[in-house]
């Protein structure tokens, strides 16, 4: 297959499924990864599409909200360092609001303390950590987002106002000086309803999320308590 025709599969394959992986590219159009990636690169030098977390987008949903399934993977070894620190912050008995994030999924796995109440549109959260006998789950409800596996809309931030929580533990795609920042406008209202209903917030955070500016804010850094991050962060003492 020639470059052009494989540049052409490769898009074809994009715009079928939004997004996919350079491994799955290459098994696809039965090449090998390097040869993959090098494609992909001038795809992306030419303006077509735009590599994150490991895999490839379409340019065009570039201020979209990242599907989960390429964010799973990306810095593991970042997000579970961040993952066990804040399972630490989780006393006995809390009531704890947890968003759809990756990074927050790989918490409850962590948890150590009893009778711990947990509210979350995040079924994958769910699916995994359900059975643990330390945690008791509320799902929010609302409407099914079946590229990143979390409940959103009106339905799922109702729910959410009929809770009073210890704790929130968010991530999202950015944190500069100005606050926390992502491209889900659905995303961001479901937090802002969990920051209003809890007395405690924790931003959770990998170094490939600080000084990223995207489209939506969701708030302040002085909206929150701590942020906890797998390196010293230059522009605030929240770590601390």
Do not use: W
Not at 60 to 85: G, H, I, M, T
Not at 105 to 115: H, L, S, T
Not at 144 to 153: K, M, Q, S, T, W
């Amino acid at each position: 297959m020639l470059q052009h025709e494989r540049q052409n599969e490769i898009l074809n394959i994009l715009r079928s499924q939004s997004s996919a992986t350079v491994e799955e590219i290459a098994k696809k159009i039965f090449v090998s990864p390097a040869t993959a990636r090098r494609d992909v690169i001038a795809l992306e030098q030419k303006g077509y599409i735009c590599r994150m977390y490991g895999g490839v987008m379409l340019a065009e949903y570039k201020n979209e909200a990242v599907p989960v399934r390429l964010r799973e993977d990306s810095f593991s070894a970042q997000k579970e360092r961040v993952a066990r620190l804040a399972a630490a912050e989780i006393p006995h008995g809390a009531v704890v609001f947890a968003d759809g994030s990756s990074t927050v999924r790989r918490v409850f796995k962590y948890v150590e303390a009893e009778g711990v109440t947990v509210i979350t549109n995040n079924l994958r959260l769910l699916e995994d950590y359900g059975q643990q006998k330390n945690l008791t789950f509320y799902a929010t409800g609302g409407r099914y987002d079946a590229r990143n596996h979390v409940l959103l809309g009106e339905g799922a931030r109702r729910a959410v106002r009929e809770f009073r929580a210890d704790l929130f533990l968010f991530s999202s795609q950015g944190l500069t000086e100005e606050g926390v920042f992502d491209v889900s406008e659905e995303e961001t209202d479901l937090r802002r309803e969990m920051l209003q209903n809890a007395a405690r917030k924790i931003f959770l955070c990998d170094d490939s999320k600080l000084g990223v500016c995207k489209t939506h804010r969701l708030c302040t850094l002085e909206e929150i308590d701590r942020i906890i991050c797998n390196v010293p962060l230059p522009f605030t003492t929240l770590q601390e």
